[in-house]
């Protein structure tokens, strides 16, 4: 019965390949992110979509690309991978844009990359 | 521009003590909200407490406080009787809206250890 999950928890791979980690929330919220965590622990917002549709896109690099098949799943897919990308990676939801009870985050996927 | 700050990077306390983690926030806004989360080594990220920037009593979860100052822009988080689970980085989050669309956005974290 987990409310926010995200596959894979932990990804190696090598420079230059193409990669992508699911999340699907289970809790009926219209609105979902991912976030990026650093190595100095410093968590950033990457994207935000409502109800399928974009509202968030932050100064990430091309190579990212969130996709959302319908408002329980957003998936970001990772084109040539690079040392910089390594980080942990968390998938978010919440009711409604304004978000005022929180957001509940998935348990993250730490994404390394050789 | 970074508009959460918490200016200490780490803390450190007996069990059973009371422990007090400061936040500061920037905002033109006068209705927002504020949380705490936790982020234990499992790295889950965990809501520990919230406030409603128009409510002036302060948010109480348990052993866990806030203290909300408004005027000032702090958004304190205070522990009492401090667990070994207690143990984790802590990171103040404020709600902001940026060009319409709203985002929670986090301080630099705190890492508090408790010690047995």
């Known amino acids: 019965d987990t409310a926010v999950s995200q596959t894979p928890k932990y990804l190696v791979t090598q420079m230059g390949n193409d990669k992508s980690i699911k999340c699907e929330q289970n809790?009926?919220?219209?609105?979902m992110y991912w976030y990026k965590q650093d190595s100095k622990k410093f968590l950033k917002i990457m994207f935000s979509y409502n109800n399928k549709e974009l509202i968030i896109n932050e100064t990430v690099p091309n190579r990212f690309s969130p996709k959302s098949p319908d408002k329980a799943h957003l998936n970001l897919h990772i084109n040539s991978l690079e040392l910089g990308d390594s980080a942990v990676y968390f998938c978010a939801s919440s009711l409604g844009q304004l978000g005022a009870y929180g957001y509940t985050f998935g348990s993250g996927t730490r994404l390394t990359v050789v | 521009a970074q508009t959460v700050t918490q200016s200490q990077p780490e803390m450190s306390v007996q069990e059973a003590e009371t422990v007090t983690l400061s936040c500061t926030y920037d905002t033109s806004e006068s209705n927002y909200y504020l949380f705490w989360y936790k982020q234990p080594p499992s790295r889950q990220m965990i809501l520990v407490i919230r406030?409603?920037?128009?409510?002036?009593q302060n948010a109480t979860e348990n052993r866990f406080s806030v203290n909300f100052q408004k005027a000032a822009k702090s958004f304190s988080l205070k522990i009492s009787d401090s667990q070994l689970g207690d143990t984790a980085m802590y990171f103040c989050?404020?709600?902001?809206?940026?060009?319409?669309?709203?985002?929670?956005?986090f301080g630099q974290g705190t890492r508090l250890t408790i010690n047995p």
């Open positions: 989050a404020f709600m902001n809206r940026i060009q319409g669309a709203q985002k929670l956005v």
């Open positions: 809790l009926g919220h219209d609105t």
């Open positions: 406030q409603e920037a128009y409510k002036q």
